[in-house]
């Protein structure tokens, strides 16, 4: 294989993030409430449409931010399955946004919400393999960080599950993920 420029790589993947993120917010939709006087009654139906959309582009952030991270040991990319693997990862991407909408149309739905955690599993998931890949391809030989980054596809996995018991415990277990993102490494050992 031709070895593939590092800008190619970085700018595909962002123009994906970009489109991730840009049809998350154009499914906002203005709330109708009917009546004239302010009701936060009138909000609480929306609340399970907010908080999908938090914990979306929180995830989609979380990606992308990650994915540069991980693309600034790389000055080109020399394995096929890498260019692979990051298209998979960029596939769930891509996802997000419909999942979302599916289920803030269809809340409390456990199987919307199982799909929703299906969907961010694949992409935590390839995730992860990307990231093992990118790091073996550069010969590192202590791959850094990867049992912590078995955490998400874990806790996603369980979140897929979950609806079926509580779709409060799915909505909890869908916040873990990133709410370990911002935890400092150091007071989170799992390696």
């Known amino acids: 294989m031709q070895p593939t420029n590092k800008i190619r790589f970085e700018s595909f993947s962002d123009g994906v993030f970009a489109i991730a993120v840009t049809l998350l917010a ?6 109708y409430l009917k009546t004239a006087q302010f009701s936060f009654q009138g909000l609480v139906p929306l609340i399970p449409s907010l908080l999908t959309f938090i914990l979306s582009f929180t995830a989609i952030a979380i ?7 991980l693309t600034q040991m790389l000055t080109t990319i020399n394995q096929r399955r890498v260019l692979w693997l990051n298209i998979f ?3 769930f991407v891509t996802l997000i946004p419909f999942v979302t909408q599916t289920m803030s149309l269809n809340a409390p739905s456990a199987a919307a919400q199982s799909i929703y955690a299906l969907v961010l599993f694949g992409a935590s998931a390839s995730f992860s393999l990307l990231r093992y890949w990118i790091h ?4 590192d030989r202590h791959i850094i960080g990867m049992k912590r980054s078995l955490l998400g596809p874990t ?4 979140a897929i599950l979950a609806p079926v018991i509580s779709i409060p415990l799915g909505y909890v277990l869908l916040a873990i993920p990133p709410l370990f993102y911002f935890l400092p490494k150091s007071s989170v050992t799992l390696d």
Do not use: A, I, T
């Open 26 to 31: 154009l499914e906002l939709r203005v709330p």
């Open 63 to 69: 990606f992308w931010v990650n994915h540069h991270q």
């Open 89 to 91: 990862f960029l596939f």
């Open 136 to 139: 073996k391809s550069c010969n």
């Open 155 to 158: 806790v996603y996995f369980l």
